[in-house]
Nanobody, 114 residues
Framework: QVQLVESGGGLVQPGGSMRLSCAAS????????MNWYRQAPGKEREWVGL???????LYANFAKGRFTITRDNAKNMVMLQMNNLKPEDTAVYYC????????WGQGTQVTVSS
């Protein structure tokens, strides 16, 4: 079955950087787009961006210019590089695979605070 496991979260100061990873298994990873979402306390989950199976990317407006999504098909992994982090980026970050149903990882907490 599909498994998605995020890692790399933690505490970072404003202006800092953080790299999240999502290890995927249970499906033909190279054939599918992979999404990143986030959910801040008290807010709805929001889309961050995606990387297509071709490597092309799309981003939410807040992520453009600061966040970069890449994938490594040899390792079945998708990464989210976040730069110039702001306190409002504090959230649980999830990777997501959309098949007939949406498949989610357990999430990883990112806290941006001084």
């Amino acid at each position: 079955q599909v498994q998605l496991v995020e890692s790399g979260g933690g505490l970072v100061q404003p202006g800092g950087s953080m790299r999240l990873s999502c290890a995927a298994s249970g499906f033909v990873f190279s054939a599918f787009a992979m999404n990143w979402y986030r959910q801040a306390p008290g807010k709805e989950r929001e889309w961050v961006g995606l990387v297509m199976n071709t490597g092309g990317t799309l981003y939410a407006n807040f992520a453009k210019g600061r966040f970069t999504i890449t994938r490594d098909n040899a390792k079945n992994m998708v990464m989210l590089q976040m730069n110039n982090l702001k306190p409002e980026d504090t959230a649980v970050y999830y990777c997501m695979l959309q098949l007939r149903d949406a498949h989610w990882g357990q999430g990883t907490q990112v806290t941006v605070s001084s």
